[in-house]
């Protein structure tokens, strides 16, 4: 098998198996609880993981996240105040609709990229905002407030 298609294999793979853990802590009524957990954890691991991804700023969680998973398809602007990260398709909503319902952003999403983001550019989770999700609505929208002397300063200089 050609390593892209091993590759898109186990990206999707990944994502069914989200999915159904999302769907099944959902039916347990754990999921709250478990995303709290998580989302405790991905404040600590979030600088290993952009110091392994070599992620220094807003643009590459995106890129570099949708590189690997394969799930979403983000695009980022950059504004006068910070940056809209946009995603339109996500193979996690649709999947975890399909077997239940369960919302998957927060906790296996949205939740550890903001946490890779604030700990990139050093910024409270405060300035980071959820407009909208796939899981509600026709896409998934954050808006990346920066403070004035971060938005003059590019994040690779």
């Not at 105040?81 to 919302?103: E, F, H, I, Q, R």
Request: charged letters at 20%; proline letters at 3%.
């Amino acid at each position: 098998m050609e390593i892209e298609k091993r590759l898109a294999f186990l990206q999707n793979t990944y994502a069914a198996s989200v999915a159904e853990t999302v769907n099944t802590y959902e039916k347990l009524k754990a999921l709250e609880t478990i995303v709290t957990r998580r989302k405790e954890r991905q404040a600590q691991t979030a600088p290993y993981l952009n110091q392994q991804l070599n992620i220094n700023g807003v643009e590459d969680v995106f890129y570099k996240l949708s590189e690997i998973y394969g799930c979403a398809n983000w695009s980022v602007k950059k504004t006068e105040d910070g940056y809209v990260a946009t995603a339109t398709a996500c193979k996690l909503c649709a999947l975890s609709k399909k077997m239940g319902g369960a919302n998957p952003c927060r906790g296996w999403c949205l939740d550890p990229m903001i946490a890779m983001i604030t700990t990139a550019m050093e910024i409270d989770a405060e300035s980071i905002a959820v407009e909208s999700t796939l899981m509600t609505a026709d896409c998934c929208k954050l808006l990346i407030h920066l403070r004035a002397e971060q938005n003059n300063v590019s994040p690779n200089s």
